[in-house]
């Protein structure tokens, strides 16, 4: 039973692209759609989405910021009022021409991201130092007509929250900018076990419009990174563009100094990449829906289906319990549960009952341990600390043991063949040879850590001397 229902997932190291679609579609997460690259975001996808947004708005909310709703559709002509940005996004939007038989008069733009909306918007109700700092966040969905889809990770349609403020000075924007990417990191980090690398984008990488952009990089289980939350420092350009001006102490006119930062559901993509393995999903207990599956065992026999329920009522202080009294077989239910990743499968039977013991499971190694009953709640809290903790270790090794250092274009090149992951390499800072270091390996800029290494004294594509070290990668 259990090789015939795993025989459904193909193999991480055979083809990791079909690995990844066989478990977000067996473990219950998406289905496809009727609509080319969206996805249906089934109820236990959604509810791995909903504990990260929960999580994620709560220290949102606890930095000083408050929820707001801007519109879906923005105007031709609002989305051209800052060159640089509309550039940028022209490829991927997408337009509504009619409503209903009628032709508009201007097109609408179905929002890429919602920069101009809330420049508009504060444009009307910014007027002096006292109103700022305005620190507005919005849950929303976004459209990016991309041309090559995968499900959580680059879809049409998909969900995030953005962030958009607008504060007196620069330095206030920066300390901004780089308060909520440590949000962002802490979320990843110690909610969904993944380790991440923080840093500042090239300008080549950077946002469109945006004074300089920095990002957290996560390495995924075949060596591709993955850009998993950006937060960007705007200056005044956004604020020249609209003209959101305030008045000073000192009476004088001034432009607001803005950010953005925006974290989106591809960061189940990367939970599902970094841990999953080849019997499906692992998820780490603080984002799992269900930390803890009780699985009755002969369950027809008197009083244990009883004292599953009972179990499932007193561990429920300490966890979030599930229990699956269906008929079907345990071998099947076991199966199911590590498909969908649950951290922890309880199993109790008559014997367990006579001897007052029950069996923890753990999703991540596969160990089992007989657990007195008077110690379970106790022996379960530790668990799902230990498994949390060694999740992010094991992914921590994973991502040390795929970062190599690369001195010469030759060596970088030899990296990515052989063992794929980040490579540290220094960059001399000219756009030339991070465009050459592309087209030649198709690896990008991933990011100028803040933690700098002096790998090497040149820059690993033209020789000259380069003294910021980066961070390469095939990424997705």
């Not at 249906?40 to 791995?48: C, D, F, K, V």
């Not at 490829?91 to 508009?104: D, F, N, Y």
């Not at 009522?313 to 079907?328: E, Q, T």
């Not at 007052?356 to 190694?365: G, H, P, S």
Request: overall charge negative; some cysteine; glycine content about 6%.
């Amino acid at each position: 039973m259990a090789k015939e229902f795993v025989k459904d997932v193909t193999s991480m190291d055979e083809d990791f692209a079909q690995w990844y679609t066989d478990v977000v579609t067996k473990a219950d997460l998406i289905d496809y759609s009727s609509v080319r690259g969206s996805m249906i975001i089934r109820p236990y996808g959604y509810a791995l989405w909903d504990n990260v947004k929960n999580e994620l708005d709560k220290r949102i909310k606890e930095t000083g910021h408050e929820n707001v709703y801007m519109p879906l559709f923005i105007p031709e002509s609002l989305l051209q009022k800052e060159k640089d940005h509309v550039e940028g996004f022209a490829p991927e939007v997408a337009w509504v021409t009619h409503g209903g038989s009628e032709e508009l008069a201007e097109r609408l733009v179905v929002r890429p991201t919602s920069e101009v909306l809330f420049c508009e918007h504060y444009k009307n109700i910014i007027h002096s130092y006292r109103d700022l700092p305005k620190l507005y966040n919005q849950w929303a969905n976004v459209v990016r007509w991309e041309k090559t889809t995968r499900p959580f990770l680059r879809t049409l349609e998909f969900l995030w929250q953005e962030g958009h403020t607008a504060h007196a000075t620069d330095e206030e924007a920066m300390e901004e900018t780089i308060k909520m990417l440590n949000v962002y990191a802490a979320v990843c980090e110690e909610m969904l076990a993944i380790p991440v690398v923080k840093g500042q984008k090239t300008e080549k990488e950077k946002f469109a419009g945006a004074k300089a952009t920095f990002t957290i990089e996560s390495l995924m289980h075949d060596g591709k990174a993955l850009q998993s939350g950006t937060s960007h420092h705007f200056g005044t350009g956004f604020a020249e563009a609209f003209g959101i001006q305030y008045t000073d102490k000192e009476g004088k006119l001034q432009y607001v100094h803005q950010t953005s930062w925006g974290f989106t559901t591809r960061i189940i993509g990367a939970l599902i990449m970094v841990h999953g393995d080849d019997r499906g999903l692992v998820i780490p207990p603080k984002a799992a829906p269900t930390q803890v599956m009780i699985v009755p065992i002969a369950q027809h026999k008197e009083g244990v289906l009883d004292f599953a329920y009972e179990l499932k009522d007193s561990l429920s202080n300490v966890a979030r319990v599930g229990i699956d009294a269906s008929d079907k077989k345990p071998g099947w239910k076991f199966n199911e549960y590590e498909m969908k990743g649950i951290p922890v499968r309880l199993e109790v039977g008559p014997k367990d009952i006579e001897n007052k013991q029950v069996v923890l499971a753990r999703r991540d190694t596969g160990t089992k341990e007989f657990v007195p009953m008077d110690q379970l709640e106790t022996r379960l809290v530790e668990l799902l600390d230990e498994i949390q903790a060694n999740l992010y270790n094991k992914a921590l090794s994973h991502r040390e043991d795929r970062t190599t250092v690369a001195v010469t274009l030759d060596e970088l090149k030899t990296s990515l063949e052989t063992k794929p992951g980040f490579i540290k390499a220094m960059w001399c800072g000219e756009l030339a040879c991070e465009e050459k270091i592309k087209e030649e390996t198709t690896a990008t800029s991933r990011c100028i850590p803040f933690e700098q290494e002096q790998v090497a004294n040149t820059c690993v594509c033209c020789g000259k001397d380069a003294d910021k070290m980066v961070y390469w990668a095939k990424a997705y």
